[in-house]
């Protein structure tokens, strides 16, 4: 595990831009693995700058996104199809057909869930995954529980995780109450891993994945078994950390 320390939310951002593009620059059709939330706002803008420059191309790449809210269609504001269409898609060169998101109208969330692990298996996996991580150690709606499921599924998002999400929506009792997410198993297949944080309210599940056991309790604690991942955080987010490893 690869952990970089930024001065600054700017600076994370940038850094964490730099590394999906460098995956894109040597590999231009990669199928690059996007999350959302408040976190990566300032990579989108720094990608989209770098796009501009003309230091990265998104042609020939596909995305596939870590999760939606059920019950969201595309066009509302506060889904993640929307959030990825507003704060990057719209500005850059990518093929909106070839950007996926789980989708969270789905009737059987399971099933569609399946069909599309199976869509990225056929694209060739994910070449690098973008993850945040919840406050509560959960990445993707993962949320920390007795057992953790592999494929994309349906889940319940706890307390914390409605509350924390709040701050997007009008008020608590619009948040939805569940959502679909790529699994661990998803998630670890890709070939890199991207962890982003920033702030003092992630710094107790940053060293947990840093420095913690593996557990089902914290599921961004898994990404310690994968040979590829980048740790990229702010001050505020390291400042509990015990070691670096
Ligand atoms: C959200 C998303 C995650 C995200 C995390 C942190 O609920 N499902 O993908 O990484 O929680 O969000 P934020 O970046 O807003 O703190």
Same mark, same amino acid.
């Given at each position: 595990?690869?952990?970089?320390?930024? *001065?600054?939310? $700017?600076?994370?951002?940038? /850094?964490?831009?730099?590394?999906?593009?460098?995956?894109?620059?040597?590999?231009?059709?990669?199928?690059? =693995?996007?999350?959302?939330?408040?976190?990566?706002? =300032?990579?989108? *803008?720094?990608?989209?700058?770098? %796009? *501009?420059?003309?230091?990265?191309?998104?042609?020939?790449?596909?995305?596939?996104?870590?999760? $939606? &809210?059920?019950?969201?269609?595309?066009?509302?504001?506060?889904? &993640?199809? %929307?959030?990825?269409?507003?704060?990057?898609?719209?500005?850059?060169?990518?093929?909106?057909? !070839?950007?996926?998101?789980?989708?969270?109208?789905? #009737?059987?969330?399971?099933?569609?869930?399946?069909?599309?692990?199976? *869509?990225?298996?056929? /694209?060739?996996?994910?070449?690098?995954?973008?993850?945040?991580?919840?406050?509560?150690? !959960?990445?993707?709606?993962?949320?920390?529980?007795?057992?953790?499921?592999?494929?994309?599924?349906?889940?319940?998002?706890? $307390?914390?995780?409605?509350?924390?999400?709040?701050?997007?929506?009008?008020? #608590?009792?619009?948040?939805?109450?569940?959502?679909?997410?790529? =699994?661990?198993?998803?998630?670890?297949?890709?070939?890199?891993?991207?962890?982003?944080?920033?702030?003092?309210?992630?710094? $107790?599940?940053?060293? #947990?994945?840093?420095?913690?056991?593996?557990?089902?309790?914290?599921?961004?604690?898994?990404?310690?078994? !994968?040979?590829?991942?980048?740790?990229?955080?702010?001050?505020?987010?390291?400042?509990?950390?015990?070691?670096?490893?």
């Amino acid at each position: 595990m690869k952990v970089i320390i930024a *001065k600054s939310y $700017e600076e994370m951002s940038r /850094l964490a831009a730099e590394e999906i593009a460098k995956v894109v620059n040597e590999k231009p059709n990669a199928v690059i =693995g996007l999350a959302t939330g408040g976190t990566p706002v =300032g990579m989108y *803008k720094e990608l989209i700058d770098m %796009y *501009k420059e003309k230091k990265v191309d998104f042609s020939q790449v596909t995305s596939v996104n870590l999760d $939606e &809210y059920v019950g969201l269609s595309g066009d509302h504001n506060q889904s &993640y199809r %929307y959030f990825m269409n507003s704060n990057f898609f719209d500005h850059v060169n990518i093929r909106k057909d !070839h950007t996926f998101v789980p989708n969270g109208l789905a #009737k059987d969330i399971n099933a569609e869930g399946a069909e599309y692990d199976k *869509k990225i298996e056929a /694209l060739g996996g994910i070449d690098v995954q973008l993850v945040g991580i919840g406050s509560n150690g !959960h990445i993707g709606f993962n949320e920390p529980g007795e057992e953790l499921d592999l494929g994309t599924h349906l889940t319940n998002l706890t $307390e914390s995780t409605i509350e924390a999400n709040a701050r997007f929506f009008a008020s #608590k009792d619009e948040v939805p109450t569940q959502a679909v997410t790529m =699994g661990l198993g998803g998630i670890m297949k890709a070939k890199k891993i991207l962890l982003i944080a920033n702030g003092a309210e992630k710094a $107790e599940a940053i060293n #947990k994945v840093i420095n913690g056991k593996i557990t089902t309790q914290i599921p961004a604690s898994m990404v310690q078994m !994968h040979r590829d991942v980048v740790v990229v955080i702010d001050e505020a987010a390291a400042s509990k950390l015990e070691n670096l490893k």
